[in-house]
């Protein structure tokens, strides 16, 4: 078998994907139910509730919205993939070219384009300072050099799955709309 089956009942080849399979509620639904540092943190937190406050960060730092869905779906292919703790996948040449390959199909099916380096270099810095912060709070592991400053208030309290999945699928339609109107 060389597919998945989604929350939304598709077949979905990661390593083959085609952008009609790509649905926003398999991204939603399954997000929230994949932990952040492969489940070594003190409480569950969320891979969607991470992209949710990339999101709001991006806007909170006056970017565009195009920007802040981008941040929204940055990690979108772990939810046909999983995540692999960073480590692993420097080590992982052939599974980080099949994960660019899906994220730059996702950009394409939800911005239109993939991002520019300028786009790229924003998210990397958002999703670097809140890491920063989940390693503080999270792992209680503390980081050198001054905390990044962050424009949104960050609460590790664990919320319901479908909670954020509800909050995600709200954020990704508000951007969205602005993206094709």
Known sequence: MSYITTYTR????PVHPEAEKIDIL??????????????????FW???????????EALGRGYSKRQALACLLHDASECYMSDVPRP???????????????LQVIYEKFLGS?????????????????LWYDLEVLLE????GEAPKLHIE?????????EVEQEYLELFKELYNEQTS
Request: hydrophobic content about 30%; some cysteine.
């Open 114 to 130: 993939g991002l520019t380096d300028e786009e790229g270099r924003c998210l990397k810095e958002i999703d670097d300072d809140l």
């Open 154 to 162: 960050l609460d590790y309290t664990v919320r319901p799955f479908a």
């Open 88 to 102: 692993l996948k420097q080590e992982m040449p052939r599974y980080r070219e099949v994960e660019d390959q899906l």
């Open 141 to 144: 592991d503390k980081q050198s």
């Open 46 to 56: 969320s891979v969607g509730e991470h992209c949710i406050c990339c999101a709001k």
């Open 10 to 13: 598709k077949h979905f080849d």
């Open 26 to 43: 398999d991204i939603a639904h399954a997000l929230p139910l994949i932990c952040r540092g492969n489940g070594h943190v003190s409480s």
